[in-house]
């Protein structure tokens, strides 16, 4: 079982940067796959980025290749999602969402821990 609680969302200008930090609880986090998706108004939720258990690996969705970093310090049980370059296209509610799933999984049916969720808006 592990508990995800996301942080650092809020209001930043088109051009802007935001960290979202992904703080679990949990004795086996450092085993699962980390996933960063976003929600925006009438839409379905999206994948944006996922890191392997051990931080060897990342995957990204192509928006926001080169805008966007994961990483993950597993001896905090935190990821974190540096946002920079924000459009406001980026606008969402973002969630961080673990699984014991490949690092590359871009479906949000394969995480099975998913938090409540960080507002993110950029205006432009």
């Known amino acids: 079982q592990v508990q995800l609680v996301e942080s650092g969302g809020g209001l930043v200008q088109a051009g802007g940067s935001l960290r979202l930090s992904c703080a679990a609880s949990g004795r086996t986090f450092s085993s699962y796959t980390i996933g960063w998706f976003r929600q925006a108004p009438g839409k379905e939720r999206e994948f944006v980025a996922a890191?392997?258990?051990?931080?060897?690996?990342?995957y990204y969705k192509d928006s926001v290749k080169g805008r966007f970093t994961i990483s993950r310090d597993n001896a905090k049980s935190t990821v974190y999602l540096q946002m920079n370059s924000l459009k406001p296209e980026d606008t969402a509610v973002y969630y961080c969402?673990?699984?014991?799933?490949?690092?590359?999984?871009?479906?949000?049916?394969?995480?099975?821990?998913w938090g409540q969720g960080t507002q993110v808006t950029v205006s432009s």
């Open positions: 969402a673990a699984g014991v799933t490949s690092w590359s999984n871009t479906s949000p049916g394969g995480y099975n821990y």
């Open positions: 890191i392997r258990w051990n931080g060897a690996n990342t």
